[in-house]
């Protein structure tokens, strides 16, 4: 074995041609003798280079105080999970957003070749190879949190030093390289259907006036009011006021671990907004027939509606609806009535092929659209109603903003055709401009404004 100056260590070529450094810390292990670390390599300089990181990496650990004892079995996977448990969850995200980033993993990286690869093993070109693999299979926006997490994941190993080099540092794609066009790839997503059609909304439509579906209701009041999803299932009656006709958008539901350990099962909760904050968006003549129809039916229907929801389930508990169930009789409703979603198969972790197209948030996507690209749109006013954070204004301007609001191109506008100034057929616009003698009204009119009168009174 030869001596080789500070810092080298030992260095021996053995019988088979390969190499084997050893080094010794200024630390003492816990037999109390001077700890040394051994590694093996093909090249003298490989060796070399492998056991003083190895060593600076034991030396670290032990100055932290922490366990030492490198495992140099471990695959990078079981490195991610330990980042996102010990560091990630530990910056202050919410139980959903880590819920997230477990099934965004679970499907876009642990069935990965590199989450498979131990440290050594790994470089810059097997980072670029997994980021060019998953952002081809994936679409660009499920690709970019995994690959988010592998490049913070990379940083961290090379602080403690665990890694020679922060790899995923200089890691890039092929869709991230300036100069390369797939016009296969863009022609495939310019061709997906996005949104929502027209003729799909007048079948949405129908379906309410059908009563197809307990769901149509929530689908129009999603198009109607560019709420998403959660925010509709979990809205409160307190939340609606009649008077002003406004919708206050307070929380929303969610799913989370339960204590927040991955190893248990899912529970739902109660979360604040997008955004964190609340907001108020208008309510339009027909949102607020929706709105009186879904309370129609939760006074007909549900028993037991334990945390005054405007629309939750009709079984005995009266909790609020889930998303899953949403996503569920969603498709249903489209195969039942002809609205195509665009269905594609996609492959899961494992080896399952799922059929998935347009979904329930693609329903806000359609609303937010409709109304940006109607004449003269007002992208402030859009933004408030949508709840998107981008665009700020001052509590003080609350009042012009709903009046703003008013005004946006809806669904039920830019389609359906339900305006104000057309209210010959539809009982929300007859009950917008009722008279207090209710004599002369039809009987269903009759029924809207009475109960209307009566949930005013409720909550005066």
Not at 219 to 236: A, D, K, P, W
Not at 286 to 305: D, G, P
Not at 321 to 335: G, P, V
Not at 363 to 375: G, M, Q, V, Y
Request: charged share 30%.
């Amino acid at each position: 074995m030869a001596k080789r100056k500070d810092g080298d260590g030992s260095v021996r070529q053995l019988q088979d041609g390969s190499w084997e450094c050893l080094m010794q810390s200024k630390y003492v292990n816990e037999n109390g003798r001077p700890k040394r670390i051994k590694r093996k390599a093909a090249t003298e300089q490989e060796a070399i280079k492998e056991c003083r990181l190895a060593l600076k990496a034991w030396e670290k650990e032990y100055e932290r105080g922490r366990n030492t004892k490198i495992d140099k079995t471990r695959t990078l996977g079981s490195y991610m999970e330990e980042y996102v448990d010990k560091v990630v969850k530990n910056r202050g995200i919410t139980g959903s957003t880590y819920k997230s980033y477990i099934y965004t993993l679970n499907a876009n990286f642990y069935n990965y070749k590199i989450s498979r690869l131990q440290l050594h093993m790994l470089n810059t070109v097997e980072f670029e190879l997994y980021f060019d693999t998953v952002t081809h299979d994936k679409s660009r926006k499920t690709a970019s949190v995994p690959i988010q997490l592998c490049k913070q994941l990379s940083t961290w190993l090379y602080g403690k030093s665990l890694i020679p080099e922060d790899y995923a540092a200089y890691a890039q794609t092929k869709y991230e390289k300036k100069d390369e066009y797939f016009r296969d790839r863009e022609n495939e997503e310019k061709s997906r259907k996005q949104i929502f059609t027209d003729e799909d909304i007048v079948k949405f439509y129908n379906s309410y006036k059908n009563n197809v579906s307990e769901y149509s209701c929530v689908i129009l009041l999603q198009l109607e009011t560019m709420m998403r999803g959660g925010e509709v299932l979990n809205l409160h009656i307190e939340d609606i006021d009649f008077d002003n006709n406004t919708i206050t958008v307070r929380s929303t539901i969610a799913e989370r671990f339960i204590d927040n350990d991955k190893t248990k099962g899912l529970e739902k909760y109660e979360k604040v907004t997008k955004g964190g904050k609340e907001r108020v968006i208008y309510m339009s003549p027909f949102a607020k027939e929706l709105v009186l129809y879904m309370l129609e039916q939760t006074n007909l229907k549900c028993r037991h509606n334990p945390n005054n929801l405007l629309y939750p389930s009709f079984l005995k508990h009266g909790k609020a609806r889930s998303m899953d169930a949403y996503e569920i009789q969603l498709k249903a409703l489209c195969d039942k009535i002809g609205v195509d979603r665009d269905v594609r198969p996609r492959e899961k972790p494992d080896g399952k092929i799922i059929n998935e197209g347009l979904n329930t948030h693609a329903l806000r996507h359609t609303a937010i659209t409709i109304a940006n690209t109607s004449k003269n749109a007002n992208v402030v006013a859009n933004a408030l109603q949508a709840g998107h954070t981008a665009i700020r204004t001052e509590n003080i301007y609350t009042h012009n903003n709903l009046k703003a609001q008013e005004q946006i191109e809806t669904a039920s506008k830019a389609v359906l055709n339900l305006r104000p100034e057309n209210p010959q057929n539809e009982p929300c616009m007859k009950l917008q401009n009722a008279k207090k003698d209710i004599t002369s009204m039809s009987e269903q009119d009759k029924k809207l404004y009475e109960m209307y009168l009566e949930l005013k009174e409720k909550f005066e």
